[in-house]
């Protein structure tokens, strides 16, 4: 269940229980802080193979949630939804060992290529 509504919603099929274990996640924090009919997401996308959120009417609390979820996106195939061990690098997204076989793109090992990131 999505607790409240995403304006813009664009995020591929294998990210549906990210987005609604964040939006879960989201609705609690909300609520326990008084904030819940306030809050809205403006867009929801994949953007350079991770999660995209932007919203209005969050706290450091809300946007510490959303970054976990960011990070878990990026390792989350966006197929369907398996933990991602190869990342394509022309359209770059996130795809689990057995979908990246129906990818026509040339394809990296995800843990290579965010160690090239962090250097
Ligand atoms: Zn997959």
Known sequence: MIAF??????C???WT???NDLCAELALKLEEL???NDYVVLQAKEKFGELRWYDNGGTDETDEII??????SRFTCCECGEPAEYITT???SPYCEK???????T????DEYYKCWEE
């Open 67 to 72: 970054r976990k979820y960011v990070e878990f």
């Open 99 to 105: 979908c990246i076989d129906n990818i026509d793109d």
């Open 90 to 92: 022309g359209y770059i």
């Open 17 to 19: 229980k990210l987005v």
């Open 34 to 36: 008084g904030l819940l």
């Open 12 to 14: 591929p099929e294998g």
């Open 5 to 10: 509504d995403i304006l813009e919603y664009e």
């Open 107 to 110: 394809a990296t090992s995800i």
